[in-house]
């Protein structure tokens, strides 16, 4: 868990982690930001790999590296 501090007077923090949809392998389900029942009122961008290796087509790719 990750809180992003923004410079006074651009609130809100933004919370990241990983959802319950990526945790559980099931990528195409995860709707990118969620909620969690320990942060009540906080939206909590979801930062799982998937969501920066997928192409314009929506395919998950694989590492060059
Ligand atoms: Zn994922
Ligand atoms: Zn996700």
Do not use: W
């Not at 959802?19 to 990118?32: L, V, W």
Request: aromatic share 6%; glycine share 10%.
């Amino acid at each position: 868990m990750i809180r992003t501090r923004f410079a006074p007077g651009q609130e809100p923090n933004v919370l990241t982690s990983i959802s319950e949809e990526c945790g559980d392998g099931m990528c195409e389900n995860c709707p990118g930001i969620f909620k969690r029942d320990d942060y009540p009122g906080e939206s909590i961008f979801c930062v799982h790999e998937c969501h920066k290796k997928r192409n314009q087509d929506g395919d998950i790719t694989s590492d060059p590296a």
